[in-house]
T-cell receptor
Framework: KNQVEQSPQSLIILEGKNCTLQCNYTVSPFSNLRWYKQDTGRGPVSLTIMTFSENTKSNGRYTATLDADTKQSSLHITASQLSDSASYICVVSDGGYQKVTFGIGTKLQVIP | IAGITQAPTSQILAAGRRMTLRCTQDMRHNAMYWYRQDLGLGLRLIHYSNTAGTTGKGEVPDGYSVSRANTDDFPLTLASAVPSQTSVYFC????????????FGPGTRLTVT
């Protein structure tokens, strides 16, 4: 069964600090991996998308890495801001959108 | 451009009642999806539509039906609501059914009593 596991489940950091969120998956075959940001009470918004051949992708202060051999991805947030407080969801596809597996997400809280 | 909209924002529904959740997108996306999000679980696909006129079952389709009469609209119907259908429902769309980015609506919070 395809699975996506994220860690930590929740995280509290001080404003201005960096943090790294982890995603491990067992989805096979692998097509692509996405990170989404979901603010409380809103729908998820895409941050990055990576295919098998990509091992890093940035979107402003967000940098995602992918190791397809170990089936691991991380999302690094630099110089965190209060607006980064949200859930971050890792999503892995095996080739079709009806075959997408979502992680439960990491709930990040940035405090002043 | 509104993107993707959902209605209602929230609803309390008595068990056994019929309910249709509305979803409309103005991005001319071919593919649309309905997910439910429950505490402690990842988003789960209920139904999808790769293009107008076609629909398919996702991971948790029981108790739900959909239709796709045109490109823009993708309503989700609960024929006879049960308490286990209490959840937050998200509609999403993508340019094609292939590996493209999905755009999500704001969600509908449904409580079945």
């Amino acid at each position: 069964k395809n699975q996506v596991e994220q860690s930590p489940q929740s995280l509290i950091i001080l404003e201005g600090k960096n943090c790294t969120l982890q995603c491990n998956y067992t989805v096979s075959p692998f097509s692509n991996l996405r990170w989404y940001k979901q603010d409380t009470g809103r729908g998820p918004v895409s941050l990055t998308i990576m295919t098998f051949s990509e091992n890093t992708k940035s979107n402003g202060r967000y940098t995602a890495t992918l190791d397809a051999d170990t089936k691991q991805s991380s999302l690094h947030i630099t110089a965190s801001q209060l607006s980064d407080s949200a859930s971050y969801i890792c999503v892995v596809s095996d080739g079709g959108y009806q075959k997408v597996t979502f992680g439960i997400g990491t709930k990040l809280q940035v405090i002043p | 451009i509104a993107g993707i909209t959902q209605a209602p924002t929230s609803q309390i529904l008595a068990a056994g009642r019929r309910m249709t959740l509305r979803c409309t997108q103005d991005m001319r996306h071919n593919a649309m999806y309905w997910y439910r999000q429950d505490l402690g679980l990842g988003l789960r696909l209920i139904h999808y539509s790769n293009t107008a006129g076609t629909t398919g079952k996702g991971e948790v389709p029981d108790g739900y039906s959909v239709s796709r009469a045109n490109t823009d609209d993708f309503p989700l119907t609960l024929a006879s609501a049960v308490p286990s259908q209490t959840s937050v429902y998200f509609c999403a769309s993508s340019y094609t059914a292939g590996d493209y980015e999905q755009y999500f609506g704001p969600g509908t919070r449904l409580t079945v009593t």
